[in-house]
Each structure stands twice: as C-alpha cells, then as structure tokens.
C-alpha cells in the first residue's frame, strides 16, 4: 500500500472548511485547474485549496469566491504559478472576506499591466486583511517581475511577511495602489516599485528593499527597524516620502530619501534612525505648518542646504542628532534644539525657539511698569543689558536668578553700571514660566525706558 504524502494546507482544514486539491502529484487530487479549484470551494461556502508542486501557466486571472479561502501551495519554488507574457491580474479578489496566500511562487513577462494581486471592489470600509506569507512575487531575475504587486479599485488591506517581491526595473511599477493599508514584515523588494494612493503602511524588519521615486503615506504610517534602499530608478536621486498626517521612522537606515512633510497634518517623527540620508534634495526633512518634527537620535546624511527645515512650524524637539544643520523661516516659533552635532551653521530664527536650553535675544522697552517678554521657557538666570552702538559708551547690566527674584515682592536684580553694583528692585519683576516681566522703576527707566532697545541671555 503507498503513503500519502503530507501537504501543506491540511492544517487549516478545520478552520477554514473543506479542502480542495488540485495539482497530478497530489494523492487524490480533486481537480487539474486552480480556477476549478477556486469555483469548488465557491460551492461550499470558502474553504482551502492546496495546489501541488510543479508549475501552473496561466492564461486567465484566478478569480475568488465570495468566500474565506485559504490558499496554499508547497513552498517557494516548488509550486510556481506563471502567467508568462499574458497581461493580465494573478488574482482577483471579489469582496471583503477573509483571504490568505502563503508557500508558492508567482512570475509575470516584465511587462506593463501585468499585477499579482487586484482587489476589485469599489469599497472604502473593509474590515478583514488578506494574509500573505512566504510568497515569492516576481522571480530571481527581472524578466520575472510584475508592473504591479497590489493593485486595489480603492482601499485593500494586506499582511505581508516572509516574502520576496520584484517589480520592474523600468518605467513606472508599483508596489501599491490604491488606499487602505499594507503592513510588511520579513520581506524584501526589488525593483522600481512606487507606494502611492496614501496607504497606511507598517513596515518592519525589512532587509535589501527598494523603493521607486515615490512613497505616498497615510496617517499613522510606520518604518520600524528597515533598511530601505531609495529610487533604484537610475541615478543618484531621491525618493520622495510624502504622507498626510503622523509619520513615525525609527531605528532605520533610508538611503537615499527625502521626507516632504509640508502638506501633512500631525506629527512626524525620527528617533534612533542609523542613517538618513538625502542626496539630490535640498533636505533630509522638509515640514510644514501643520506637521512638527521630533527627532532625537538620528544621523542626518546630505540634503544639499540643511537636514531639517520647518517653514511655520512650531511645537518641534530636535535633539542629539548628527548632521543635524536646521533652518527656521516663516513664522517657525518655538522649536527646541538640544545636543546637536553640525548645528553651528544653521538659522533660528523663532523668538521662542530654544537651542541648549538658552536663548539670547532682543527686545525694546516701552516704558511701563510690566512689559512681559516671552521666551517659550521659564529661565533660571536672565542677564540684560542696554545695547550701545558706539566704543566706549558706558552701559547698565541687570543680572538675576530664580532665588534673587524673589527675594522682593517687586522683583529683584543685580545692577551693574561703570561705578555701582547694586542690588535693585522694580526692574527684573519675575521670571515667568514662558520668560520674564521687566519693569521701568515708575521712572521710564533700565530696563524698560521707552524706545530702548536691550538684549538679553536667559538660561532654562
């Protein structure tokens, strides 16, 4: 008597239903196509189909059932479906249902319009992800690969892990299209492969995965622990990631990227990154209004004018950062800088952003008794002086602390001037939890006489 040969697939016999098998070298296999496989288990309300090993030509999409259907081959090389020079979809799946892939190989012609997986519904609201594990989408070498990988009318949601996938290496192919979201694990990537249509993606533990010219994000999207590999297009230019609200890159090496975040809405943010690095782009980081930025723990490589630029931007923590050049413009207030290695060169001009924990500025008096000033932090030193534009003009120095300020329910501060050193009240009236209060002493007076202009150093 024979043995039957154990098959992948039997497994989820009780949790998806009935089994159907199709493919010569399998004991009692039901059915010679995979699309009458597919149109059995339609039959029976979903179920799962293992295909044998050996090779499946294609000649037509294999179309699901409205169906859960699990889909299960013998492993990466071993069952390979090719649908060779035929442009056409690998798969096409139907409806919202609960559908999984996993142990086979798919090869396409390398020609436009050739996609593995489609999901044809018009339909924005999905609730179940397709599960695709251990796949080989697209070949060992280009002549192999797909135009598309997936491909959805509006919105598809996938869970991608342990796969290798090939787009082409011309044109404009795509990983995604469409909305909806996508999480990668494990896998890797190769060709020009675009993400566009603003899915949400999870990327995490990807090794040797190339990315075309463009990365378009969703909200809350992420990169965890990646080493992505930028515009393989030819050349030596960036791919640009653009995403509509938060944005989250960590412990990751992109090369080469750039990161435009002048349109989202949210937070971007880059901590512990190994290498961020830009080469054609003005910048590593371009934000907007709308979008701060926290990045801690990164090394910024490029950008040809800066890493980080925030046009408008307030609310942002840059800190322990190398390569770490920032330019503020527009309306940028009130950003704090930290520890950053090849900062010296770069533009702050907030009047409450704060770089080390210190700020120095200006401000002119205005002749009452309580002008506040703000610096976007509460100061445990403040040193003012009068600013003289001439050699030898005598000046006046207020100097106080957090303990000298209140030694006098009016204030107090350390005056300093060509003869005296004072102590004085009625000048330096407080120190405020966003900056300090100055006053005129009654008289129109340092440090606050009208038309005076002053500069200041206040230390958090």
């Known amino acids: 008597m024979g043995t039957q040969k154990t098959l992948r697939g039997q497994k989820y016999a009780d949790r998806l239903g009935p089994v159907v098998r199709v493919g010569t070298d399998l004991f009692q296999s039901d059915f010679a196509t995979l699309q009458q496989g597919l149109d059995e288990l339609g039959t029976k309300g979903g179920g799962t189909l293992v295909i044998g ?29 090719d649908i060779g020079a035929n442009v056409i979809d690998l798969f096409t799946i139907p409806s919202d249902e609960a559908y999984s892939f996993s142990d086979f190989s798919a090869r396409a012609g390398n020609l436009v319009g050739q996609r593995c997986f489609r999901r044809s519904i018009a339909a924005s609201d999905l609730t179940k992800k397709t599960i695709v594990e251990r796949v080989e989408m697209g070949g060992l070498v280009i002549g192999d690969s797909f135009d598309e990988i997936f491909s959805n009318s509006v919105s598809g949601r996938y869970i991608v892990s342990d796969c290798s996938l090939r787009t082409r290496a011309a044109g404009t192919p795509r990983i995604w299209d469409g909305s909806g979201s996508l999480e990668v694990k494990n896998c890797s990537h190769s060709g020009l492969g675009d993400i566009i249509g603003d899915p949400v993606i ?21 990169i965890d622990n990646c080493a992505l590999q930028g515009s393989v297009a ?20 992109l090369e080469p990227f750039a990161f435009d975040l002048t349109a989202g809405v949210g937070v971007g943010s880059f901590i512990g990154n190994r290498r961020l690095a830009a080469t054609s782009s003005a910048r590593v980081i371009d934000s907007g209004a709308t979008q701060p930025i926290v990045a801690v723990g990164n090394t910024f490589v490029g950008g040809t004018s800066e890493a980080i630029r925030l046009a408008s931007v307030t609310g942002s923590n840059i800190g322990n950062n190398r390569g770490c050049k920032v330019t503020e413009i527009g309306a940028t207030d009130n950003n704090r800088y930290s520890n950053n290695g090849g900062f010296e060169a770069s533009t702050i001009i907030g009047p409450s952003s704060v770089v080390d924990g210190a700020k120095a500025g200006k401000y002119t008096g205005d002749g009452s008794v309580s002008q506040a000033i703000t610096l ?53 009236i407080s120190l405020d939890a966003a900056g300090f209060t100055v006053d005129d002493d009654g008289a129109d007076d340092d440090p606050n006489a009208t038309g005076v202009v002053y500069n200041f150093w206040a230390v958090e």
């Not at 294609?58 to 699901?64: C, D, K, S, V, Y």
């Not at 990327?203 to 463009?214: H, I, R, T, Y």
């Open 376 to 428: 976007g932090f509460r100061p445990r030193y403040l040193r003012i002086w009068r600013e003289e534009l001439v050699d030898g003009d005598g000046t006046v120095v207020f100097e106080t602390t957090t303990d000298i300020v209140a030694d006098n329910a009016a204030g107090g501060a350390i005056f300093i001037d060509n003869n005296d050193l004072d102590f004085e009240t009625n000048r330096i």
């Open 234 to 253: 030819g050349g030596f230019t960036d791919t640009i990631v653009t995403t509509v609200g938060d944005l989250r890159v960590t412990a990751s090496e």
């Open 53 to 81: 090993t050996g090779t499946f030509s294609l000649i037509a999409t294999l179309t699901f059932p409205a169906f859960p259907v699990n889909f299960v081959g013998q492993g990466r090389g071993a069952t390979i479906l």
């Open 202 to 222: 999870t990327f995490s533990d990807l090794v040797n995965f190339e990315v075309g010219a463009a990365m378009d994000l969703g909200a809350e999207s992420s």
